[in-house]
Structure formats: C-alpha cells, structure tokens
C-alpha cells in the first residue's frame, strides 16, 4: 500500500506545475471541452427535452455523459481513469481515494461527485451518496443520473412521496427515460392506492 500511494504522488505531482515558494499552489479549475462548450452543452440538454424518439434521446444522453466525463485537466482525467479501473477490478477502498482526490483537487467537477456517490450507493451507503449527489446537483442541477440516484435511494428508504419528485425532476430534464417513466407510474399507483 506505502508503494502504491507513493506511486500516486510522484504520478500526480508530474502533472503539477512548480511554482515558487512565495506563491500558493493554485490548482486550474476543470476547463470545459472543446467539443461541448456550456452553450452547446445547454442545446443538448434542450434537445434531450424535446426529443420524443426514445433512441435519439438516448445518443443525446450519451454526448451530454462524455461531455460531463471530460475534465479539461489531465490530472483530473487521470484520477477518474484510475478510479474506473478500481471499481471494474473491485477494489472498492481504491477507487474511493482516488474519488476523494479528484473532489478535493476539482471541487467544481460535478461528474467526480456523482461518480463517488454512485460508489457510496453500490456501497449501500445513503448518507454518504445523498450528501455528494446534493453537491453533484449545486454544480450541474441537470445532472439526470444523480436525480435518478437520489430518486433510487429516497425509495429504497420508504421516503416514495420523495421518491415520485425526484423521479419526475429526471423527467422533466430527459423525458424519454424509460427507466424513470416506469417508477413514476408505478410509484403514483402505490400512493392512489394509500388514498393521497
């Protein structure tokens, strides 16, 4: 473990720039890609409102979550590399360190939030997901995979009156989510039926 965490550091200090020691380490914010620009990226989420054909709406998805999975930095893509890899070879503690870097050093990366909070949710941890699922919704409140996983986990935990609100601020952002239209009827037909 002491070779691996001395492996990250030297890793992630190659990708910081020196500095002198008069002035503080400032470290960039995460720059925005070059192929989805906020303006474009808010056209994306316009289309994926409007579009009615549930495959279209799916490719419009897709290009918002690879436009919400590039940093901008290298060490932020990096770290969210190495957590990946962590958590398809299941080592869990692993992928949480490097989560926990990546918010640390990339505050206002909503993707590294939500990433860490749908490893919370695989972890049966709630309280923790739900904390960094509420930050992942300051930074991107359109971020239709942390309202699906707060939608998930506030009905998981009896709270379905909640559940049914967050299940439809994911579909007032990305309406053909089957997934999602299907919890919503279902949910509405639990709480008809308890006379709501």
């Not at 290298?74 to 503690?93: D, F, G, H, P, R």
Request: charged share 25%; glycine share 4%; proline share 5%.
């Amino acid at each position: 473990m002491i070779r691996f965490i001395a492996a990250f550091c030297t890793a992630l200090l190659a990708f910081v720039p020196a500095n002198r020691a008069d002035e503080p380490l400032q470290v960039p914010p995460p720059a925005q890609t070059a192929q989805e620009t906020p303006s474009r990226l808010d056209a994306l989420f316009q289309d994926l409102k409007h579009e009615r054909n549930e495959q279209a709406a799916r490719r419009i998805a897709a290009r918002i979550g690879e436009a919400w999975n590039t940093p901008g930095s290298a060490t932020a893509a990096l770290l969210m590399q190495w957590a990946n890899e962590a958590i398809k070879e299941k080592k869990v503690s692993v992928a949480l360190d490097f989560l926990d870097q990546l918010v640390l050093l990339y505050p206002d990366y909503a993707e590294a939030w939500n990433r860490r909070a749908t490893l919370h949710f695989t972890m049966n941890d709630y309280a923790r997901a739900m904390a960094d699922i509420s930050r992942t919704l300051e930074l991107e409140p359109r971020h239709f995979g942390a309202l699906a996983g707060m939608a998930r986990i506030l009905q998981a935990t009896g709270r379905r009156e909640q559940a049914l609100g967050a299940y439809e601020r994911v579909l007032d952002v990305y309406p053909m989510l089957r997934s999602a239209q299907k919890a919503v009827a279902e949910l509405s037909d639990e709480l008809a039926g308890q006379g709501i």
